[in-house]
């Protein structure tokens, strides 16, 4: 069993910067691959960004390429995601989520099906 608790939402003002932390419990968080997702009112949860065990791949939505950053630190059992250039269609409950195992191409990163354990979520307010 995996616990996630994820920290460092609010409300921030359109152009400006969060980074979101999600903290894992376990021995083996170094062995996990990593998620972040996404869910607005009265839309589907989708797909944000993910990273790999090593933090040698990360894969990112078109829609957040080039703004958000997904990261690591396995001595801390800790996931972030670092996000620059707020939109107002940003905002939504953020959640951190375990992947079950690795894979090689973008697409199997998608699906929120692949990801077993969940965060409760934190909410990200991007508004003038």
């Known amino acids: 069993q995996v616990q996630l608790v994820e920290s460092g939402g609010g409300l921030v003002q359109p152009g400006g910067s969060l980074r979101l932390s999600c903290a894992a419990s376990?021995?083996?968080?170094?062995?996990?691959?990593m998620g972040w997702f996404r869910q607005a009112p009265g839309k589907e949860r989708e797909f944000v960004a993910a990273?790999?065990?090593?933090?040698?791949?990360?894969y990112y939505a078109d829609s957040v390429k080039g703004r958000f950053t997904i990261s690591r630190d396995n001595a801390k059992n800790t996931v972030y995601l670092q996000m620059n250039s707020l939109k107002p269609e940003d905002t939504a409950v953020y959640y951190c989520?375990?992947?079950?195992?690795?894979?090689?191409?973008?697409?199997?990163?998608?699906?929120?099906?692949?990801?077993?354990?969940w965060g409760q979520g934190t909410q990200v307010t991007v508004s003038s």
């Open positions: 376990g021995r083996t968080f170094s062995s996990y691959t």
């Open positions: 989520a375990v992947r079950n195992g690795a894979c090689s191409y973008y697409g199997c990163y998608v699906p929120v099906r692949a990801y077993d354990y």
């Open positions: 990273i790999t065990s090593s933090a040698g791949r990360r």
